[in-house]
Structure formats: C-alpha cells, structure tokens
C-alpha cells in the first residue's frame, strides 16, 4: 500500500473558507485524496506514518484551473503576432492549421503545453480543439486533469466532415476514457456565429440528456453581435436563449460585448463565464465586464486561452492581468480584489467545470490537486498580506512542485511525468516544418 | 590589466540597427565598454584573448532601463493593495513613510530593489524618493547605473525642511557623486499640483543652466488636471510650458489625462513620457495613450513605478502589459507592436534620460550594460519570432546573467555585487517594524 504524505507549508491557503491563511498546519494525502488538514498540534503524530514534504518557504494553493485554453496551439506562439483578428485568423492560423494539423501535432503541442502549465502550478485545463482523442490520451499519459472539448462544427476538418458525425465520434471519446478519472469531456462548438440552430439544438439536447457542460465562445468581438442580427435578427445570447443553452452547463468564453441586460440575464441563468484578458487585449477583442459579473453574483473564472493569443499560459500573469484590468476598466481601484482573483484561478474555474466539490479547494476528501509557490525570492520579499503577493507579486518560476490526482507531478522543479527535453526537441522539429510550410504559402501567393 | 570578455549568445539582439537579430556573433567587452561586435568569421581569433562566455540558449540584449520607480518602497510591496488612490496614499502609504523612513530604511529597500531589478535584467533605473544621498550611495556600492532624482518639495519631510533647502541638499550630491560614473542626478518635484510657480522657475533655471533632467509625475489622474484649472486657471502642461519646463529635458511620467492637442504639444516640445501600465491600472488612474504618442514622435519608455503600487520591479511584465493594453485601448491589434515594445524598454528609457549615446543598445562604444535570457524553457518554445517571443512570452525569471558597465552582477543566476539572503533578511526585519507601526497607528485611531 502506497504510503500517505504529509506536506508542511509555511502558508496553506485553501481557498474555502475563502480568505483563510493558516500557518503552520500540515496537508495529508491518501492516494489521490486529500484525507485531512492537519494542526500543528497533531502534525508530530502524523508526519510519524507518512511521507514528509517540508515546504518552509512556500505557500500551497489548491492547483490553478485553466478554464480555457487551445493546448495544441502552444506550437504556433508567436507565429503571427500584432495582427488584426481577421488577418490574424484567415492569413495565418487558419491556414497553417487546415495545412498541418493532425494527429502529431496535437499530441505534441498538448505536451508541450502541459508542461507548461504543470511548471506553473495548473493542475486542471479547459481545452477545446481538434482531435480530442489524442488531447485526452496525451493529458491523462501527463497525469494532468483535463475537461476536453469536442469539436462540433457544419464544416469538414480533418477530424470529421459534419456536424452529426462531430457529434458522434465525440460521444465515443466519453465511453472510451470513461475509467480514466482524470479526463471529462464537453460539448464544444466554436462560436453562435459558427453553428447553425439545427446545431445548437442538437447539442442543447445532448447536453440536458447526459449533464454534460458546452464549452463556447461568446461575443469575443463586436463582429459576433453584428453577425448575430444580421442573420438570425437577435442578440447571441437570446438566440442561445432560445435554443435552451443559456443555463449553468454553459462555459461562455470571451464575453467582450455585454451590456447591463446582459448580465442580469446571465447572473439569473447561472451562465459560467470565462475571462481571458490577454488574449482580448492582444487582439483588441474588447473588455469583459468581470467585476459588474461578479457583483451580479455570475461566476467568473479565468483562461488563458491559446498560445498564439496569449502567448504563454500562465494562470499567475493572467490572474493579476484580469484584477488589475477590472480596476482600470471600471475606474474603481477596488475592483476584484486579490481574494476575489484567488478564487477565479481556483474555485471558480472548478465550478464552471461543474467539478467544485472535486477540485478548486484544500478540503477533506477533495482531489488531491496542488501547487506550492516559493516566496523566498527577492520579488515576494517583505510579505505584508500574503493574498496581495499571490496574485500581484508572485510568478509562475515561482511554482516549485505540483500535485494532481496525489502525484507529485512537478518534484521541487523536476517534471517527472513528461521529458521535457524532448517534449522541447519535438516542438522545434515542427516550427520547421510550420516555418517551412508558410513559405511555400508566401511563395504560392506571389 | 583586466581580460577582455567575449560573450557568444545564440541571438544578439542589439535593438539597433532596429528589428536585428544577429546569430553566431559575439560581443567583446573591454572594462567598461563594448569593444566590438564579432561576426562568425572572426570569433575563433578573438576568442584566444579573452575569457569566453557561452550562451548558447540565450538572447543578448541591451540592459533594460526601468525609467520610473521608487526602490525603497519594495518594503512596502503589498503593504496596501485594493484600495482608492486618495485613501491609498492619505490612509496607508503616506502615514507609514513618515513614520517610518529614514536613511536605514531607503538603503534596505534599495538594496532590496536592486536585487530584483537586476535578476530581471534592469541595468538602469530612473529613481525618485526621499534620501537620494543613500540610494546613490547603494546604487554605486551594487554596481548599478542610475539616475537618482533630487527630491524638491515645498513641505518639511526628514530629509529637508523647504524648497531652497531641498534643492542645495540635493545639488552638493551632484558634486559628491561626479566621479563615481554609475550616477547622475535629475531634478524631482514630485508633481505640478505640489510645487509653487516659484518652484517650478527655479527648478527650470536650474534645469537650463546645469543641464539637467526633471523627474515629474504629471498627469497621472483626473485631479491632477482638476486641481490645476482650479488652483492656476489652466492645465498642468500649459502651465509647465509657461515656466518654460515643457522641453525636451522634461520626463513626464504617468500622463493618463491626454488630449490629442496634448500629444501634439509634447511631440512639439521634444517632452518624454514614461508609461506605468501596471501602477495605472492597479490605482484606477487611468490610459496614457502610448500609441498616440509613439505615432506623433514623442519618445516613450516603461516604468515600472514603485512596488507599492505593481507589486514588481519586473520590465519584462510591464512591456508586455504596456505593448498588450495599447492594443486594448486603440482597439487595434497592430498597435505597439513587439519591436517597438522592445525600443520601449531600452534605448526609449535612454533617450529619456539623455543616455541614448551612452546606453540602450548593444553598439560599438556604448557601456557594456547587457542581459541575458535563456529562451531553453517551454514557455519560450518553439520560437518562430525572437521579438514576440521576449515581449510576450518570456519572463525576468529567465534572466541568467547581467552585466552592468562591464561587470557581470548577475552570473549564471547568482547576484555578485549584493548579499542576497541579508538583504532579505534585512527587509524582513522592516516588515516587522512597518506592521508594528501600523498597529500602533489604528490603536491610536480607535
């Protein structure tokens, strides 16, 4: 029988009860669960039958929640930057994607992303792209928890012709890795502006009959608004509205373009929405509302979204980017404090998941999914309010060891479930051959 | 006779010529300056006199020139976050500096600075706060460049008692310091609504007669422009302009209330702006309309203001931020591109302070102030774009080595001018007494 662990953090911070920070207490792993928060008190007696990790210096946090990334597109960072959206997309990554998107593509990008996340404390990611099987393959070979999108589109990609068939090589992936315990799937269709309302019906039905999340994006721009009117004569979110999608399975991603009618129709369909306020300002997307959401009581959680957009996904650079654009945005420097910025990389990206009594917390008999931070750099030196440095001093470098599922997947800075040597070497095979393939385009188009 | 050094970086990216990126060349250092830049074919001769340092993952940058900041208040990183700017400063930054600061306290909190700037590959700093006298002091004892801004008020504070007294302070520093190379002083009212006219005439007399630069906020929240309406019947800059401050030796930092009339009077008027992206943000103060400005022919560079007000001291975060919400606020997503991001951070902030001969590129005579980036990280992988790849995706964390006028103070991840653990300790023992003090004051207040 694997022996328990024992880790002592100088900090714990559990998330719930929200703003706790207890010093001097110890975590208990059993398996992959976290079998009890131990006081000082009795950490003599238990550290006796466990495995001890001592973390001195360092504060652990339940593990981040990506609640929206394109993992796979970790191979095209930095591949077409300072682009208008639409040039972005039709000149640049769409192309490159129909050209050279398969199998190993997905794979290695995937790994390389979770590398990525892994090294700075994510222990869970939302994704949405092609070949969702060799995503979910790939994320539970890493030991990573994932909620993988299946793709659900009218037009044929390499991984299905249509819509019906999206669907059904979809719902074989949830039987087929139904044992795995570390990956779920979502209904994923791109956009309302990209799904006919014979779709959106389909998927508002296979949502309702097996409980199973939709992962969207939703007025990331203002172009999704005037295409919405334009050609069904409503708003986005009444057309999703009326086709039974606006209720708390819905993920809605971006939600740039949202006014005070909106918000209160979200706030009372219980929509999870999902900020990601880099890749809106690299695109010039727009400005999620995040701080009137959170006070009309919507949940909000936090996304990288994909590397080309980003370009990394790193949910501390992100987190302090979504409180501190809330204060500029709204004109009110207390806007989204830093608990509130806390729970949007944690707990709330676990209820969006549908996951908040599995994940998003340090609490008995939750999964036992962690991230430590060191806090003795010169950065997060003095400490004066240990939430204020999480979220508006602390870096992703700072992230020694993670833990999902109980395995200690990031070891005092050491991957251990990936070669990251070679997950690096196999990236940079391919930016040649992307880099080889948008010449031949160039030259094709002259 | 000290060995020339030869650094052989994977990418030179001397940021001028601008957009360069040289491969397989090396830099020759000889004391204090850049000898040469070495093509491939000369590398082998050159490299038989001179101590060679590989960098064969690494970017070689200019140093980074961190163009506002206040470094003794990294002790108060955190200290008070989420709140307005008025009870901010009235409430909570103000009451403890003048409690608490002294010449112990401003040389702990630089030092501390120091330490983080040069981990992140700031090689310069344009700095302003009280005890300029200690700063310089520790910024020549830790072998780092710096403008040291001279502190002109019209109230008592512990380091003078009144404007003439400030200002002969001040310039007896100038002489002290004319031989020690690594410091130059600018004049520092702290902002227009706290100087009188006639301190705005002598600070502009001086500034002409002696050639020295001014370190002003201005314009950094709507009070600033309301305040000067009311008080002297016009806007700050025309007010500036008729104490004949509005020139090219103006550094007018934070600049959120500009109209289009403003951009074109600054660009008239040769006055360089500093951009605190972070600082305004997180205070709610307001956009400074950076691609206006670049676009109009005004020089523009990043600060990263003091730690109270960011959290960080990291000119890798705050470029990004900066290119990132130029796009945000324009709404175009080809504005502040990475290039000129780039400039931002280095020969931008030497243009300002009148060290663009001298610093902010890697050219043949300037000092040899240079920062390595080790890109061999996933976050850093594939690399398709150098430039995209520095400004959004890298991190200070990858910063291995700094050089300062020759000097190699950070080496393969260790500080060699500052005992890093005791400056630690030394700002944790100020958290003691700064928490001390703020419980003493709310008991006092109760």
Chains 1, 2 share one sequence.
Not at 43 to 62: F, G
Not at 174 to 190: I, K, M, N, R
């Amino acid at each position: 029988m694997q022996q328990d662990t024992l880790i002592i953090p100088r900090y714990l911070v559990p998330v719930r009860p929200r703003g706790t920070v207890l010093e001097g207490h110890g975590v208990l792993l059993r398996a992959d669960r976290i079998e009890a928060i131990v006081p000082p008190s009795a950490l003599a007696e238990v550290a006796d039958q466990a495995t001890v990790v001592n973390l001195p210096s360092h504060a652990l946090l339940p593990g981040l929640v990506n609640t929206h990334t394109h993992s796979p597109m970790t191979l095209l960072r930095g591949f077409a930057d300072d682009l208008p959206l639409l040039e972005w997309l039709n000149g640049h990554i769409w192309p490159a994607e129909n050209r050279l998107v398969d199998e190993d593509f997905v794979a290695a990008g995937t790994r390389l992303a979770i590398c990525e996340m892994l090294r700075g404390g994510t222990t869970c990611f939302n994704e949405n792209y092609f070949f969702p099987d060799e995503i979910a393959r790939v994320a539970v070979e890493s030991n990573v928890r994932s909620v993988v999108g299946l793709p659900l589109l009218d037009q044929a990609t390499s991984w299905a012709n249509e819509f019906d068939e999206y669907l059904q090589k979809g719902l074989e992936l949830v039987d087929l890795f139904e044992d795995s315990g570390l990956v779920e799937f979502s209904l994923a269709p791109h956009a309302p502006y990209s799904v006919s309302d014979a779709g959106l019906e389909s998927i508002a039905d296979v949502s309702a009959a097996r409980e199973m999340k939709v992962h969207l994006h939703c007025l990331e721009t203002a172009y999704d608004l005037e295409h919405s009117l334009e050609t069904y004569g409503l708003p986005p979110l009444n057309r999703l509205s009326s086709r039974d999608l606006l209720n708390d399975r819905l993920i809605a991603v971006h939600m740039t373009q949202l006014d005070q009618d909106d918000v209160a129709m979200l706030a009372d369909c219980g929509v999870h929405v999902v900020h990601c306020p880099h890749s809106n300002l690299k695109l010039a997307s727009g400005f999620c509302p995040t701080a009137a959401l959170l006070e009309s009581g919507v949940n909000v959680a936090i996304g990288t979204d994909g590397a080309a957009s980003n370009n990394k996904l790193d949910m501390f650079e992100e987190t302090r980017c979504a409180a501190l654009l809330a204060k500029g945005v709204t004109g009110d420097a207390t806007a989204v404090d830093a608990v509130a910025a806390l729970d949007m990389m944690t707990i709330n990206g676990a209820r969006a998941l549908g996951m908040d009594e599995v994940i998003g917390s340090i609490e008995r008999g939750k999964k036992a999914d962690l991230c430590a931070i060191d806090l003795d750099q010169a950065q997060t030196t003095p400490l004066h309010n240990l939430f204020s440095q999480l979220i508006y001093a602390a870096s992703a470098s700072q992230v020694s060891d993670t833990w999902v599922d109980g395995n200690r997947v990031l070891d005092s800075g050491r991957l251990t479930t990936l070669d990251e040597t070679a997950v690096k070497e196999e990236a940079l095979a391919w930016r040649v051959r992307i880099g080889e393939s948008a010449s031949h385009d160039q030259a094709a188009a002259q």
